[in-house]
């Protein structure tokens, strides 16, 4: 079943075109990853998904993405969509207070006040981004005096605390260490049970291990689009397997 | 040659550096050395905590204009605090552009207006104004609160933009990420983490309001008594000093210079806990 559908999408920077005829279909439950070289288009289309790319000024968008076949762009209410399609960047940005009221901000945001009802939740996404055990007994000590890689799984807890429906990683591991990262990456692999997850990612080992689906992008346009194992042991396109094997990007 | 150029430039940047510290430590010297004896004659506890300024009778308790200093300079951050930081934060995150840059110059053309011009107004539109809706005279704690808090509205706004400013685009995001809206990533996010940095704005604010002389003299009254209300007159310790220094002589000048020692400690503790601040914005 696919979870977003985007369909002949075209995105404009002002005058530059940064995405061209883009269709793909996002299937659920799956892990879905966007590679290609630096400026193609991969994080672009990331934020539109979240309608991130809202605040980029001159930031125009043809054709449509749909998530559960409603238009994203429509009539839908743009605070409801980025607590169904959380995100997860590329730098760890936890805000400037406690591992707990981080966790808790989204749930206050949309209306949950009741203090049991938080330390539940609270704690269940701090079980599921696996890092429970570090913070348990520090939740009221500030999320900035934690690690990097700790950040960057609080964040991970705190998308998961609106209960999203889809998780959109954009290079979440590019500021972490490769433990970090394993960690990172396995908690990915958890989370698509219940998630459906598309990543960013300028490692093409990691889309390997983690992803089902890979697309490649290269200079605004998607290239190819399949199974990740078809994707790199048998690319279609002749310039998926030169950026694949490494020829360029 | 050039090694010789060299060394006497080094030799005029340290003259010119050495300029604003001699200053600073010649005024400090000047006031203690002529305020602490006229202190110590008059007796400090006399001298700090005397209800009656009565230079004729020999009587020289500063007391209800260090009351009247703290009444108007709270009254101050009362009437300015909250305008100037939501004025900050309208500017740094609410407003289109084309308003910002008139706001922007209208803020810079604001902290340099003279504080006589600022006096006048207050005279003229605010004193009339107050003793219209409020009674009493006019010329009061009230007023002299509403105007200073207007003089110190360009300081906090000015710092308090600056640090909303630089408080990383990623927090915001990150709250946007979450649902939250505009307004609540705004506030919840952004406006936490300048904390510090607005705070430092209010204190800088503070020591204006504690300093400012002219514009208060015009419009508060300057009785020497405790004010009993906000609509009463009052005296500050800088408009003390300014009223009296002309015709003071003897003891009666010094002690107005001893009133000047009360507000540099005044000013002193300001800035101390300003530094205090930024240490700990750096840890």
Redesign the interface.
């Known amino acids: 079943m696919d979870k977003i559908t985007v369909e002949k999408l075209d995105l404009f920077y002002g005058s530059f075109q940064a995405l061209k005829e883009i269709t793909l279909n996002i299937p659920a439950n799956e892990i879905t990853a966007l590679i290609g070289p630096s400026g193609c288009g991969k994080s672009t289309l990331l934020k539109s998904l979240n309608r991130m790319n809202d605040l980029v000024e001159g930031c125009r968008i043809e054709g449509s993405i749909r998530l559960d076949r409603e238009d994203i762009y429509g009539d839908m209410d743009v605070n409801l969509l980025r607590k169904r399609v959380g995100m997860v960047f590329q730098k760890p940005n936890p805000f400037p207070m406690s591992i707990y009221d981080n966790i808790a901000f989204g749930p206050r945001t949309h209306g949950i006040r009741s203090k049991a009802k938080l330390d539940n939740i609270v704690e269940r996404s701090l079980r599921d981004a696996a890092i429970w055990d570090e913070v348990k007994d520090r939740l009221k000590k500030p999320a900035l005096g934690m690690s990097g890689g700790q950040q960057q799984r609080l964040c991970i807890a705190r998308a998961l605390a609106v209960a999203p429906e889809v998780l959109l990683m954009d290079e979440p591991t590019s500021a972490l260490d490769p433990i970090s990262t394993a960690k990172v990456e396995e908690l990915a692999m958890e989370l698509k049970k219940q998630y459906t997850i598309v990543i960013v990612t300028h490692n093409m080992q990691q889309a390997v291990r983690i992803s089902d689906k890979t697309a490649f992008f290269l200079l605004g346009e998607m290239i190819e689009f399949g199974e990740t194992e078809k994707i790199f042991s048998m690319p279609e396109n002749k310039k998926t397997e030169d950026y694949i094997t490494g020829r360029f990007g | 040659m050039i090694n010789w150029k060299e060394k006497l430039m080094k030799v005029v940047f340290l003259a010119a550096a050495c300029v604003s510290i001699a200053a600073v430590v010649l005024i400090c010297i000047f006031l203690f050395v002529n305020g602490v004896p006229a202190i110590s004659e008059i007796g400090v506890f006399r001298f700090l905590f005397g209800t009656k300024w009565k230079p004729a009778n020999h009587l020289y308790g500063i007391w209800p204009m260090i009351v009247g200093s703290v009444y108007v300079t709270a009254g101050a951050l009362l009437a300015g605090v909250p305008v100037g930081i939501l004025t900050a934060v309208y500017m740094a995150r609410f407003c289109p552009r084309w308003l910002y840059r008139i706001m922007k110059s209208s803020i810079s053309l604001m902290a340099g207006i003279p504080s006589v011009v600022y006096g006048f107004f207050g005279l003229v539109v605010l004193v009339p104004f107050i003793r219209e809706t409020f009674g009493g005279r006019g010329m009061s704690v009230l007023t002299a609160s509403v105007l200073l808090g207007l003089m110190i509205l360009p300081t906090i706004i000015s710092v308090s933009e600056t640090s909303i400013q630089a408080v990383?685009q990623?927090?915001y995001?990150?709250?946007?990420?979450?649902?939250?809206?505009h307004e609540?990533s705004v506030f919840?996010?952004v406006l936490?983490?300048a904390k510090s940095g607005i705070f430092a704005g209010v204190v800088l604010g503070m020591g204006r309001a504690v300093g400012e002389t002219m514009a208060v003299m015009m419009v508060a009254g300057n009785q020497a008594v405790i004010p009993r209300n906000l609509t009463a007159g009052v005296r500050t310790l800088t408009t003390n000093i300014v009223m009296e220094m002309g015709y003071s002589t003897d003891l009666h000048r010094e002690a107005l210079i001893g009133t000047a020692v009360v507000l540099f400690l005044f000013i002193l503790i300001i800035n101390l806990s300003l530094s205090m601040l930024k240490r700990k914005e750096k840890e």
Request: charged share 10%; proline share 12%.
């Open positions: 990383p990623s927090y995001e990150g709250g946007l990420a979450l649902g939250a809206s609540r919840y996010t936490p983490a």
